[in-house]
């Protein structure tokens, strides 16, 4: 995957409380694709135990709801935005003429 190149289709992102929405937008063909993802730590998912939410419910909450998340990092595999675009990169193919993810 090429990540500079994805970046480049990036439209917008839309963040709320539990999804992060991706609008990739090919250059070309000016066709819009929007991928969602669960807004979730680029590490993975939060795991909290049952014996965390009884006993600590608000500490529980802190940690999930304001655990940093990574949209974009060049050198981590696992953002929101490489997670989003492999959710819709069979609506892309990589031109060689234009060095870019075209839509099909």
Not at 32 to 42: A, D, G
Request: net charge neutral; with cysteine; glycine share 0%.
């Amino acid at each position: 995957m090429r990540d500079e190149k994805i970046t480049s289709l990036l439209e917008y992102v839309k963040i709320d409380k539990f999804y992060v929405s991706c609008h990739f937008r090919c250059n070309v063909t000016n066709k819009t694709v929007i991928s969602t993802v669960p807004f979730e730590p680029y590490e993975g998912k939060i795991e909290l135990s049952w014996q965390d939410i009884v006993f600590h419910p608000i500490q529980s909450w802190d940690r999930y709801y304001h655990t940093p998340i990574t949209i974009y990092n060049s050198s981590c595999e696992d953002t929101i935005v490489k997670k989003a675009f492999k959710k819709v990169s069979k609506y892309f193919k990589w031109d060689a003429d234009t060095q870019n993810y075209i839509y099909i």
